[in-house]
């Protein structure tokens, strides 16, 4: 199984990216997928996941109305599009591949792509 994290890198305060994470190994329709984050000195945060559909969707209260979770069944790839960006979402984004959308249980976790916002 591997879940890879790309579309990282370094932008201003307010500014966008968008996070891709590509699946194989897995059967990527069944499964649910989180994304996830882990800054220098800290625990890893739960950011955001969406079920095997796309037809249900679970967000962190820190990035509610900010960042928003899709996928493409077809291409294997979930995404993470991220808006008006802080300095506090600087991190290692990685996702993960479970059962259900949840904030920690998940089966699978891929390697991170770094997101570094400037004040």
């Known amino acids: 199984v591997q879940l890879q994290a790309s579309g990282g890198g370094l932008v201003q305060a307010g500014g966008s990216l968008r996070l891709s994470c590509a699946a194989s190994?897995?059967?990527?329709?069944?499964?649910?997928m989180g994304w996830f984050r882990q800054a220098p000195g800290k625990e890893r945060e739960f950011v955001a996941a969406?079920?095997?559909?796309?037809?249900?969707?679970l967000y962190a209260d820190s990035v509610k109305g900010r960042f928003t979770i899709s996928r493409d069944n077809v291409k294997s790839t979930v995404y993470l599009q991220m808006n008006s960006l802080k300095p506090e979402d600087t991190a290692v984004y990685f996702c993960?591949?479970?059962?259900?959308?949840?904030?920690?249980?998940?089966?699978?976790w891929g390697q991170g792509t770094q997101v570094t916002v400037s004040s």
């Open positions: 190994g897995i059967t990527f329709s069944s499964y649910a």
């Open positions: 993960a591949a479970g059962f259900t959308p949840n904030t920690h249980e998940y089966d699978y």
């Open positions: 969406i079920s095997w559909s796309g037809g249900s969707t």
